[in-house]
Nanobody
Framework: QVQLVESGGGLVQPGGSLRLSCAAS????????MSWYRQAPGKERELVAT????????KYVDSVKGRFTISRDNAKNTVLLQMNNLKPEDTAVYYC?????????????WGQGTQVTVSS
């Protein structure tokens, strides 16, 4: 059974930090690229950051560059999102995503999401 379980969300003041964690199970973690998406109320889901299966390639949406860092630990089947200098516009539900291609078939899994609220 595939599971992606996010944790670490919460309420933080502007300028503060949070670290999101996603624990994966039920699939071969080191064969999947991992991403964090977010969705704010009334907006479409947005790709925030992606890390390749070996942790070498990392990409970020422009709005979080220099503030967010994605990392993974393939020994622990975990992906992290360190979020610094948070802004009110970062408020959203953050989702963990796994995507991989095995053979000729693409597989994609989602977590249930964790709320991040940035407010004074």
């Amino acid at each position: 059974q595939v599971q992606l379980v996010e944790s670490g969300g919460g309420l933080v003041q502007p300028g503060g930090s949070l670290r999101l964690s996603c624990a994966a199970s039920g699939f071969t973690f080191n064969m999947y690229a991992m991403s964090w998406y977010r969705q704010a109320p009334g907006k479409e889901r947005e790709l925030v950051a992606t890390i390749g299966n070996l942790g070498v390639t990392k990409k970020y949406v422009d709005s979080v560059k220099g503030r967010f860092t994605i990392s993974r630990d393939n020994a622990k089947n975990t992906v992290l999102l360190q979020m610094n200098n948070l802004k009110p516009e970062d408020t959203a539900v953050y989702y963990c995503n796994a995507r991989g291609v095995l053979g000729f078939k693409q597989y994609e899994y989602w977590g249930q999401g964790t709320q991040v609220t940035v407010s004074s």
